[in-house]
């Protein structure tokens, strides 16, 4: 009954490989997103999908691709993965439906290591 | 650009000491505030929320905030930390759109028994 996951949890990879972290919510919400907190543990946000449609778009490399099958998974694809990529992901949903402060369910993060 | 400033990189306490984690904000509209807590090699749980109202807000685990528009800050407080409470704090406010978080850097609080 994990409300948000993540796959994998770990993730070792060579630089240059192309990887792929998909996060799946159960809570019925309808937007979802990536966060990216680095070696320092600062976490910023990278992509939001409300709806399967994408509404946030930081500056982040075009290696990395968000992809929204539905509102339920938001997935992650890395290209060509670089040492700077060494982090922890994290997924997070909402409800956009209610009022603006509702909170934000995160995931248990994926720990991407590139050697 | 919106920002969230969390002044104490790393605090040190003893077991039943009172906490107090300072967080000041950028933006001087209509704000919905955030702590949130993450335990060692776990994700971030959410710990108490501001939107409206009463600017003491009351969270889980004994944890408190007051909100305070003059200072835009929003600092949390507990009266008598535990170990357990050892883990990293993260302060965020809504963004304009409302449609993301925005973090600060973080406070690591290490409570020792």
């Known amino acids: 009954d994990t409300a948000v996951s993540q796959t994998p949890k770990y993730l070792v990879t060579q630089m240059g490989n192309d990887k792929s972290i998909k996060c799946e919510q159960n809570l019925g919400h309808d937007t979802m997103y990536w966060y990216k907190q680095d070696s320092k543990k600062f976490l910023k946000i990278m992509f939001s999908y409300n709806n399967k449609e994408l509404i946030i778009n930081e500056t982040v490399p075009n290696r990395f691709s968000p992809k929204s099958p539905d509102k339920a998974h938001l997935n992650l694809h890395i290209n060509s993965l670089e040492l700077g990529d060494s982090a922890v992901y994290f997924c997070?949903?909402?409800?956009?439906?209610?009022?603006?402060?509702?909170?934000?369910?995160f995931g248990p993060g994926t720990r991407l290591t590139v050697l | 650009a919106q920002s969230v400033s969390q002044h104490n990189h790393h605090v040190i306490l003893s077991e039943a000491a009172s906490l107090e984690l300072g967080c000041n904000y950028s933006?001087?509209?209509?704000?919905?505030l955030f702590w949130y807590v993450q335990y060692p090699g776990q994700h971030l749980q959410l710990l108490l929320k501001?939107?409206?109202?009463?600017?003491l807000v009351k969270g889980i685990k004994g944890f408190e905030a007051e909100f305070i528009k003059s200072k835009f800050s929003f600092n949390l407080r507990k009266p008598s930390v535990q170990w357990s409470d050892t883990a990293e704090y993260f302060c965020?406010?809504?963004?304009?759109?409302?449609?993301?978080?925005?973090f600060g850097k973080g406070t690591t609080l290490s409570v020792s028994s």
């Open positions: 997070a949903s909402t409800d956009s439906g209610g009022s603006s402060y509702n909170e934000q369910f």
């Open positions: 501001y939107f409206s109202g009463d600017p």
């Open positions: 965020a406010v809504k963004n304009q759109a409302g449609t993301a978080l925005i």
């Open positions: 933006y001087g509209g209509t704000v919905n």
